[in-house]
C-alpha cells in the first residue's frame, strides 16, 4: 500500500463541492467530520477535500497547520477507506472545533472516523 496523497486524489471542482454539501451524507467523530457522496465514473475510489473553518481559527497560518495535519492523517490511514471497496467516493474532511488537538489525538480521531464509516459502507 502507498502512503501518498497524489494530485488526481483532490477534490478541485466547485459544482462537484456543491453536489456533495446538498446531496451529500455526512458521518462524525467529534471533533471531525466526513461528509461523503458516491460517484459513479471516477477513477480513483477516494477523492477528498480538507477543511478548517474561519470561525474557529481567525489566522490563516492556524488552519494551514491543521489542514497540514488532517491531510497527513487521511495519507497515513487511507488504507481504511480503500480497503473492501468497489465504489467511488468524493469526499470533504472538516476539523470542527477550536480546541487545539495534537497530531497523536488528531490520528486517533480519524482512525475511529474511517472505521466508522467503512461500518456504514459495508454493514455486517
Known sequence: MKFTYPKNEKVKHRKLIEKLFTQGKSVSKYP???????????DEPFQLSVSVSKKYFKKAVDRNRFKRLLRETYRLNQHILKENTSKSYVCMFFYQTKETLSFEEINKKTIELFEKFKSLQNPE
Do not use: A, I, K
Open 32 to 42: 471531525l467530520r466526513l461528509v461523503f457522496m458516491e460517484v459513479g465514473n471516477s
